[in-house]
Nanobody
């Protein structure tokens, strides 16, 4: 079983950067793909980025391409989401999730474990 804890959210201005971290405490982290999702008020939770267990394969939502990067450190059991050029539309609660296997699915159903989320607010 994986327990995931996100950190790094906060209030920033448009154009700023933030790095989110997700620390995993289970024993299977290094064998699972990981994903980041977000949910804005009144909207469905949506995929942001995903990374394979080795870090060799990544996926991004169109809204994140060119601005966000995802990485992981399998020694530290941590996955990161670097967000640059933030926009007010990026305001949401950001969740990390552990995949059922090695595929960074772009849908929630592909993930077994979820963190509690961290708030990101981008002011204009």
């Amino acid at each position: 079983q994986e327990q995931l804890v996100e950190s790094g959210g906060g209030l920033v201005q448009a154009g700023d950067s933030l790095r989110l971290s997700c620390a995993a405490s289970g024993r299977t982290f290094s064998s699972r793909a990981m994903g980041w999702f977000r949910q804005a008020p009144g909207k469905e939770r949506e995929f942001v980025a995903g990374i394979s267990w080795s870090g060799g394969s990544t996926r991004f939502a169109d809204s994140a391409k060119g601005r966000f990067t995802i990485s992981r450190d399998n020694v530290k059991n941590t996955v990161y989401l670097q967000m640059n050029s933030l926009k007010p539309d990026d305001t949401a609660v950001y969740y990390c999730a552990a995949s059922q296997g090695n595929i960074p699915y772009m849908v929630q159903q592909g993930y077994d474990y979820w963190g509690q989320g961290t708030q990101v607010t981008v002011s204009s």
